[in-house]
């Protein structure tokens, strides 16, 4: 069994910053590629950012320039940081990750439970 929880999420101003985390737990032998997501109210869910186990990276246009996902293999935590935020990031915010569980040796998507950012004034 593996989990994921974020955590971070909230209010936040115009041009304000924002770092959610994202920590897996349980049965877990390797994580590859996590992931960081989005979904706003009447929209597909987005790819925001991704993050390898070796640590490339790669952004949404949308949030490119502004945006970093490092990861702590340590803590088997990834985590967004984001800045200049505008009322266009308000959304759910969902990770994945992408684990070989020790258990069971099998390789699957874990998604978590998502954490909510809200960009108001």
């Known amino acids: 069994q593996v989990q994921l929880e974020e955590s971070g999420g909230g209010l936040v101003q115009p041009g304000g910053s924002l770092r959610l985390s994202c920590a897996a737990s349980?049965?877990?032998?390797?994580?590859?590629?996590m992931r960081w997501y989005r979904q706003a109210p009447g929209n597909q869910r987005e790819l925001v950012a991704v993050i390898s186990s070796s640590g490339i990276t790669n952004y949404a246009d949308s949030v490119r320039g502004r945006s970093t996902i490092p990861r702590d293999n340590a803590k088997n935590t990834v985590y967004l940081e984001m800045n200049s935020l505008k009322s266009e990031d308000t959304a759910v915010y969902y990770c994945?990750?992408?684990?070989?569980?020790?258990?069971?040796?099998?390789?699957?998507?874990?998604w978590g439970q998502g954490t909510r950012v809200t960009v108001s004034s």
């Open positions: 994945q990750a992408t684990i070989r569980s020790r258990r069971s040796g099998s390789l699957d998507d874990y």
């Open positions: 349980g049965s877990i032998s390797t994580i590859y590629h």
